[in-house]
Nanobody, 129 residues
Framework: EVQLQASGGGLVQAGGSLRLSCAASGFNLDDYDVGWFRQAPGKEREGVLC????????HYSNSVKGRFTVSSDNAKSTVYLQMDNLKPEDTAVYYCAADAYYHCSDVTLTLGGINFGSWGQGTQVTVSS
């Protein structure tokens, strides 16, 4: 069974940093595309970034490009989202998701990952001004 668990959220001041973790189990990270998504109160879910394993590419939303980066530790089956220079508008619940068949692209981010089949529970990130 594919399972994902996001953690690492918290309260941080604007300009600060946080690192989120997405622990994966039941599948090999190399075989799945993985993405980070977020949903702010009253807003639709939006894509933050996603990793296309088949294309060897990372797609970033324009809102986080240059501030957020992603890395993975396959030995620990964990994907990390490093968030730097955080802004109040980054406040949201952050989710990680994965799929073996749907390959991520900029469209994935625009559509909020609706085609991704496996989702973890979210972790709250709050950025104070």
């Amino acid at each position: 069974e594919v399972q994902l668990q996001a953690s690492g959220g918290g309260l941080v001041q604007a300009g600060g940093s946080l690192r989120l973790s997405c622990a994966a189990s039941g599948f090999n990270l190399d075989d799945y595309d993985v993405g980070w998504f977020r949903q702010a109160p009253g807003k639709e879910r939006e894509g933050v970034l996603c990793i296309s394993e088949s294309a060897g590419m990372i797609h970033y939303s324009n809102s986080v490009k240059g501030r957020f980066t992603v890395s993975s530790d396959n030995a620990k089956s964990t994907v990390y989202l490093q968030m730097d220079n955080l802004k109040p508008e980054d406040t949201a619940v952050y989710y990680c998701a994965a799929d073996a068949y749907y390959h991520c692209s900029d469209v994935t981010l625009t559509l909020g990952g609706i085609n991704f089949g496996s989702w973890g529970q979210g972790t709250q990130v709050t950025v104070s001004s």
